[in-house]
């Protein structure tokens, strides 16, 4: 294998496999620069997928919720809308999420939070917002995230990265879809019907997010049985340099709405579970 190193010296190295695991931007850039190993059928780059979010809020004025204690990991979550005897199709999309509430929500990240649409986000009416925060919660939607042929990853033609030897930086493109908002939508009537339910006196919602940089960025180099629609086998060998080198954690065909480093749900299934519109179990 010849690489070049930061200082751009050009080097060799001789190993039996190579294993690419530099996450999904770096894993597909390499690949792409590498003279475009993996991608004899055009797939390298293809299905990119970044992890969903989206949060109502609630205001509760007899409680006082401490949601500043704890780890966020400790959250608490409901599954019922992620299930499989949950009808997505009846209600209009495909996928599911789950609902919860996490805990160690610290000061940066409160100053982030939306304010009801009623209160203005400066001076005093957002003083007095703050002061009633102990009494707010927030349930978080974390939906599935399909997979599309139009969300990709590519070289940029145009912006090059520091290493002053011109190297092409890699290049996004994603976005919300049809499906997504409507998914979104359906998951914000049920965390509003919860909350009422609870006794809310005011909810409002957050934004969507589904952007770049989500920390869980998946996709790219899909595994699958089919090289005309796959990167790499079942194995993880890329299908076009069988062998040599494999592509770690970029294979799965559907960033389900687990978090993605357990990886309990997508390892080793060919990318044909991309057609199943419900997420693996
Ligand atoms: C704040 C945060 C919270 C998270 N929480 C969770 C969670 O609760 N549960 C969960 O499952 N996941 C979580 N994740 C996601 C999880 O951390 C990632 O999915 C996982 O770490 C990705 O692993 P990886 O091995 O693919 O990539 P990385 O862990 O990013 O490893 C890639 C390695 O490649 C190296 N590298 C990059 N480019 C090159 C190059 N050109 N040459 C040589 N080496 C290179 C990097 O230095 C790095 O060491 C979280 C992520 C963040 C940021």
């Known amino acids: 294998m010849e690489y070049v190193d930061p200082l751009g010296v050009v080097r060799t190295d001789h190993a039996r496999t190579v294993i690419v695991a530099s996450y999904t931007f770096e ?21 990119f997928m970044v992890k969903q979010w989206g949060d109502v809020y609630a205001h509760f004025p007899d409680t006082v919720f401490n949601a500043h204690t704890g780890p966020a990991a400790q959250m608490v979550t ?29 000061p940066l990240q409160i100053a982030r939070d939306p304010v009801p649409p009623d209160v203005a986000a400066w001076r005093r009416p957002y003083q007095e917002h703050l002061r ?6 927030a349930v978080r939607i974390q939906p599935d995230s399909l997979s599309y042929t139009t969300d990709h990853l590519d ?7 520091r290493s002053g030897l011109g190297i092409p930086v890699l290049r996004v493109t994603t976005d919300m879809r049809p499906n997504e908002h409507r998914l979104q939508d359906h998951m914000q009537q049920q965390c509003t019907r919860i909350l009422e339910r609870m006794g ?25 049985d089919d090289p005309r ?10 299908h ?7 592509v770690q954690r970029r294979h799965l065909p559907h960033l389900h709405r687990d978090q993605p480093a357990p990886d309990p749900h997508g390892h080793h299934r060919p990318s044909h579970r991309a057609a199943d519109p419900r997420p693996s179990r």
């Not at 894993?27 to 299905?47: D, P, W």
Request: with cysteine.
């Open 27 to 47: 894993t597909v850039r390499l690949l792409l620069l590498s003279g475009g190993l993996g991608n004899a059928t055009g797939q390298l780059g293809k299905h």
């Open 78 to 106: 409901l599954d019922d809308f992620n299930a499989a005897d949950f009808d997505c199709v009846a209600n209009g999309f495909v996928g599911g999420a789950s609902l919860n509430v996490e805990n160690q929500q610290l």
């Open 132 to 137: 009633r925060w102990p009494h707010i919660m």
């Open 155 to 161: 070289l940029d033609p145009r912006y090059r990265d």
């Open 200 to 224: 809310a006196v005011q909810t409002w919602n957050g934004p969507r997010f589904r952007g770049v940089a989500s920390s869980h960025d998946l996709g790219g180099a899909r595994m699958g």
């Open 229 to 238: 629609s796959s990167v790499v086998s079942r194995d993880l060998q890329v």
């Open 240 to 246: 076009d340099t069988p062998g040599p080198v494999r």
